[in-house]
């Protein structure tokens, strides 16, 4: 059954236990929780606290968690940020199990430079990739490796080597940006689509527009396109809103943001019907 979400972070400035309240009040049913979540990232990651709202709230069904992606560059040339970005990784998997989550988000790192990878690069992601194989090597926590942006530096943003990595990797699976995949095409969605769908476990809907990633669905067409070839191909997972509220026009309240997503939630709903 599909799960509608939403990133904790677009309501970055409230508490936890508030962020926990406004999904609620938005209909969806499910949340990914980033660990950057500044409330709790700031606060020495404050498990318990996540546990508790997780069981005052019981209509929020699931849980899927992002592992943190801010300064972090697990493929970075500078060895200590590499270094502490994998470690960041492989914590998240525990923190991941102990909030009770079945999906695990990554983000793949990049080139330093921005120029095509090299060789190196590709090395130090092997080194990343084989610290998380580890570490869900005894339990059931799947993650999902997101498609970034077709940038020069990116090593991972085309639906053919996303496709070489699942068959490479076959415990690995796949999370969809959609604002990324259309920042060349909408037509890109839906290669990533056909192409990996067998192994897809979370979709980060939202709009690419005027260059920017990260708008609200709004009822546009080709989020409906989107959603239809998801439903097509029997897509039946997480279907997560990542919105950058700093793309809006506006700063908005948090019942502004609650009934923004309210409207996104029932688009969706109604296209995965």
Not at 125 to 152: C, Q, T, W
Not at 165 to 175: M, S
Request: net charge negative.
């Amino acid at each position: 059954m599909v799960s509608f979400s939403v990133a904790s972070m677009f309501f970055h400035e409230y508490t936890v236990s508030e962020i926990f309240n406004f999904v609620s009040r938005s209909g969806l049913n499910a949340m990914e929780f980033w660990l950057e979540t500044p409330h709790f990232w700031l606060r020495d990651l404050p498990v318990n606290e996540v546990i508790a709202c997780r069981n005052q709230h019981p209509e929020i069904t699931a849980l899927t968690i992002h592992s943190p992606i801010l300064d972090m560059n697990p493929c970075s040339i500078n060895p200590e940020v590499a270094r502490v970005s994998v470690e960041y990784a492989v914590r998240s998997v525990t923190i991941a199990e102990q909030l009770g989550a079945g999906i695990l988000t990554v983000h793949p790192g990049r080139r330093t430079a921005k120029r095509p990878p090299s060789s190196a690069d590709f090395a130090r992601f092997d080194h990343y990739i084989s610290a998380l194989r580890e570490a869900v090597k005894n339990n059931s926590l799947k993650i999902g490796m997101e498609n970034m942006e077709p940038v020069v530096n990116s090593l991972l943003c085309t639906p053919e080597r996303m496709r070489l990595l699942l068959d490479e990797e076959p415990w690995l699976f796949f999370t969809l940006d959609v604002a990324h995949a259309m920042a060349k095409s909408e037509d890109e969605v839906i290669r990533y689509i056909e192409l990996c769908h067998d192994r897809l476990i979370n979709v980060h809907i939202s709009r690419f527009d005027r260059g920017k990633a990260h708008f609200p669905l709004d009822r546009y067409a080709s989020m409906e396109k989107v959603m239809a070839s998801l439903k097509d191909h029997h897509y039946n997972r997480s279907l997560t809103l990542e919105i950058e509220d700093l793309n809006l026009d506006r700063s908005l309240t948090a019942e502004e943001k609650v009934a923004l997503l309210a409207r996104d939630c029932a688009f969706m709903q109604e296209c995965m019907e």
